[in-house]
């Protein structure tokens, strides 16, 4: 039972390309969220999907960052014209059809912009 | 603004003794609360969680203790093992406004059991 998959492990970028990070959630889960964390901090909450919907991405900046969970293929968060300050570990999380079920996070992209 | 966090950053222990790790939250409407073990290169990993309308709940070698007069929450790691040297996040879920999954996690501790 393959747990929350996220690719790459690693991606290097230069100011200004884009960067995609893929996640595919657990099998029969439907939610999907996207965590980002800094070196020696806590994740902070970025977006809420479900499938081909965004529920909450309250926590999303509003410039440069999208996130899509279509009908088919894995989640994507979507970070275009990269700068230094987007170099973090991007966490995805999935969970069942349930309130305050426990999220399954994955093991993360670490994203380092040069 | 409300917040989660931790009393200490650090903690050292004795392989075989028990660990406390504490956490102290802001928002008295909280309902739900989650520890997570997250490992160096590693995702977070769930321990064990706690609705607000319990006060303990054990798992296997873990307890989690909820106080709701003083806001404060605690993670009991009995038998303290060198596999459990992770940095330890306590999150908790907003009744109101944030969705589901909208987790508020604290910064972290970090356990390091020596042999």
């Known amino acids: 039972n393959a747990g929350v998959m996220q690719n790459p492990r690693h991606l290097v970028r230069r100011r200004g390309q884009e960067a995609r990070l893929r996640c595919s959630p657990m099998k029969g889960h439907s939610h999907v969220y996207w965590y980002r964390q800094l070196p020696e901090e806590g994740l902070k909450f970025m977006v809420y999907l479900q499938k081909e919907n965004i529920i909450d991405e309250s926590g999303m900046p509003k410039e440069r960052f999208s996130a899509e969970f279509p009908k088919e293929g894995p989640s994507i968060l979507r970070i275009q014209q990269v700068v230094r300050g987007d170099s973090a570990a991007y966490f995805c999380?999935?969970?069942?059809?349930?309130?305050?079920?426990?999220?399954?996070f994955g093991n993360g992209t670490r994203l380092t912009v040069t | 603004g409300e917040s989660v966090g931790l009393h200490l950053p650090t903690l050292s222990v004795q392989e075989g003794d028990n660990s406390i790790i504490n956490c102290a939250y802001s928002n008295s409407a909280s309902d739900y609360f989650i520890w997570y073990k997250q490992e160096s290169g590693k995702g977070p990993q769930f321990i064990i969680d706690?609705?607000?309308?319990?006060d303990k709940r054990q798992g296997q070698r873990v307890t989690v203790l909820l106080n709701k007069t003083v806001k404060h929450l605690s993670l009991q790691i009995a038998a303290t093992q060198p596999g459990d040297s992770a940095v330890y996040f306590c999150a908790e879920s907003p009744i109101y406004g944030g969705s589901q999954g909208n987790l508020i996690f604290g910064k972290g501790t970090k356990l390091s059991v020596k042999p």
């Open positions: 999380a999935s969970s069942p059809d349930s309130l305050n079920s426990p999220l399954h």
């Open positions: 706690i609705r607000s309308n319990m």
